[in-house]
């Protein structure tokens, strides 16, 4: 079936340093991809919509100049997180849409595990 | 609003008991409802689905149906094994702004023990 590839599963950095989280369709074209966060113990907010070659729709509450998505071509799609702090520290986690395969059906990364010293 | 409800767990059981997690959800609209399963170091797949009321959603054993008068989806499995140890999140789709989204619950750990 449809895979997304979610890299890195696990990055550690330092305060007010940005890091760059990827999300790859490895079998079909992704007309859309979502971003999630995740606490602990509690469930998967949307962050963003992002479709190729657009600008990412940003859920309220969510800052455009702090989580930025790049949806650069059909099987690429990149959060960064700039001037990272511990508060941003969570499990984020991308899936994709495609084109032709069955309605509402969102495929997901393994997700990313965010810590910020 | 949009919101869903599950149990929460965690939820210990023996290999070949009844399982069932229950999910309620609040919408506007007819939304369709969704059962995903994220098992340890993998991300979320879907498992089940059903698109309006009365629908009966199956997979790998699991049922569940969509009951519209109760505003509930809960998940079942009358035999679960080892290899149902997961992360279960029940979840419901909506459309907003031309986009359909996914809202889901907290989730509820099942582990299952020899």
């Known amino acids: 079936g449809a895979v997304v590839s979610q890299h890195p599963s696990w990055v550690i950095c330092k305060s007010g340093t940005s890091v760059k989280i990827e999300c790859r369709s490895l079998?079909?074209?992704?007309?859309?991809m979502f971003w999630y966060r995740q606490f602990p113990k509690q469930s998967l907010m949307l962050m963003a919509t992002s479709n190729e070659g657009s600008k990412a729709t940003y859920e309220q509450g969510v800052e455009k100049d702090k989580f930025l998505i790049n949806h650069a071509s059909l099987t690429l799609s990149t959060l960064t997180v700039t001037s990272a702090h511990p508060e941003d520290s969570s499990f984020y986690i991308c899936?994709?849409?495609?084109?032709?395969?069955?309605?509402?059906?969102?495929?997901f990364g393994a997700g990313t595990r965010l810590s910020v010293l | 609003g949009n919101s869903v409800t599950q149990m929460e767990g965690p939820v210990t059981l023996s290999e070949e008991a009844f399982l069932t997690i229950n999910c309620t959800y609040t919408a506007t609209g007819y939304p369709s409802l969704f059962w995903y399963v994220q098992y340890p170091g993998e991300g979320l797949q879907l498992l089940l689905k059903a698109t309006k009321a009365d629908d009966k959603g199956s997979n790998k054993g699991f049922e569940a149906t969509y009951r519209k008068e109760t505003t509930s989806f809960h998940l079942e499995k009358g035999s679960v094994q080892v290899s149902d140890s997961a992360v279960y999140f029940c979840?419901?789709?909506?459309?907003?702004?031309?986009?359909?989204?996914?809202?889901f619950g907290k989730g509820m750990k099942l582990t299952v023990n020899p």
């Open positions: 899936s994709a849409r495609f084109q032709g395969l069955v309605k509402n059906i969102q495929y």
């Open positions: 079998d079909f074209q992704a007309t859309t």
């Open positions: 979840a419901l789709t909506f459309a907003q702004g031309g986009s359909e989204k996914l809202v």
